[in-house]
């Protein structure tokens, strides 16, 4: 129903910068909050930064400063600008679109992630 693709990971040295992007395609609802999400090796998913459909962001403190996350609505794409890369961004970065189908429904996809690893 609803297909996401993430593209951009790779590896970087420390310092460095990547740019992710992640096209969201199929039946989605137009008031929507699409994000990225990242887990490293033994660790809990946690939330990169997100994005309404209204440009409404949320970032982790941690990143903060040094990501920005963007989106044309017009073709559902959300972008993850990363700069000042450390060592511990290494993970699997996701991406991810939910919104209220009622409610008492919301839904949620996600992408099959895309690596990221920064080595020092």
């Known amino acids: 129903q609803v297909q996401l693709v993430e593209s951009g990971g790779g590896s970087v040295q420390a310092g460095g910068s990547l740019r992710l992007s992640c096209a969201a395609s199929?039946?989605?609802?137009?008031?929507?909050?699409m994000g990225w999400y990242r887990q490293a090796p033994g660790k809990q998913r946690e939330l990169v930064a997100s994005i309404g459909s209204d440009g409404s962001t949320n970032y982790a403190v941690s990143m903060k400063g040094r990501f920005n996350i963007s989106r044309d609505n017009a073709k559902n794409t959300v972008y993850l600008q990363m700069n000042g890369l450390k060592p511990e961004d290494t993970a699997v970065y996701y991406c991810n679109i939910k919104w209220a189908a009622s409610v008492n429904y919301r839904v949620d996809y996600w992408g099959e992630g895309t690596l990221v690893t920064v080595s020092s």
């Open positions: 199929g039946t989605i609802f137009s008031i929507n909050i």
